[in-house]
């Protein structure tokens, strides 16, 4: 699910705010997904969280889908989604640079440090600084922030690892999406969101990609991912990374006529290689 729905879910995300305010659309998106979420596992006899949980994962939320999801989100507006998915897929990356940042985190190794290194080379190769985006390279705010989105999901994934509240996975990641709903809203509301909605001018494919989103990216893929990072460690979670950008370059490609040069081929097999070699390296530090 990890591998094949989130892959998918970038194109979901294009589609989307084509005609959907970005903040407005993550925040009601999680909304829904964390409502159902928690209205089911009531359903069958799940204890209501207590505060401490609420908090916890109302912060874990924050980072996870305000700072690492709703960035994303904002910049599909200029990014293609295929695009998007090879930055995001940098992300382990990060998540070695918070571990070893992490209270009793370790140093990583020379290779690791040379695989990172080679990540770097790639997103630069991709991001293309040196060109405008007319001549091939990509819009300034909206690389800064799928960086920035990599950074803010690098830390909540670990905080959600370290993090000590007892709640069920499932219970927490609904909780998660609800304050990650409340965090979205608010900056949904300071972006000028909701102010500019008009329903009447939303596309239908946009309707069926929210939807999509909804049932398939949060209540299963965010589900999924939740689940996994208590149950494995952050290096096979992280292997994901391997087979989104792949999905969603190919996804792209067909559906939405998105760029798929000798750029973007040669970009993505660095930053893939580098995310293998990082990965390898951790599972063998953690086996």
Known sequence: MIYLVWGSTYLGIRVAVETMPPFAMASVRFL????LLLAVLKARGAAWP?????RINAAIGTFLLLGGNGLVVWAEQTIPSGIAALLIGAGPLCI???????????RPGAI????????????TWLAAPWD??????????????????????????????HAKHGA???????????????????????????????????SARSWGAFTYLIIMGSL????????LMKHCTPA?????????????????????????????????????????IITVQQSRKTS
């Open 132 to 161: 405008s985006p007319a001549d091939g390279g990509l819009n300034t705010p909206g690389l800064i922030a799928m960086l920035g989105a990599s950074v803010f999901w690098a830390i909540g994934s670990i905080y959600s690892r």
């Open 236 to 276: 096979s979670v992280a292997t994901y990374a391997y087979v989104n950008p792949i999905v969603a370059v190919l996804l792209g490609w067909l559906l939405l006529d998105e760029p798929f040069g000798p750029r973007t081929l040669v970009a993505s097999a660095v930053i893939i290689t580098s995310v293998a």
């Open 32 to 35: 829904i997904a964390g409502g």
């Open 50 to 54: 207590t505060g401490r949980q609420w």
């Open 96 to 106: 070695v640079l918070t571990e070893w940042a992490w209270p009793g985190g370790s």
């Open 220 to 227: 299963v893929g965010f589900s999924t991912f939740v689940w």
């Open 168 to 202: 069920d996975p499932f219970l927490a990641a609904a909780l998660q999406m609800l304050g990650g709903s409340a965090a979205l809203g608010v900056v949904a509301l300071l972006h000028g969101d909701f102010a500019h909605l008009d329903l009447a001018a939303i």
């Open 112 to 123: 690791t440090f040379a695989a990172m290194l080679l990540g770097f080379g790639g997103v």
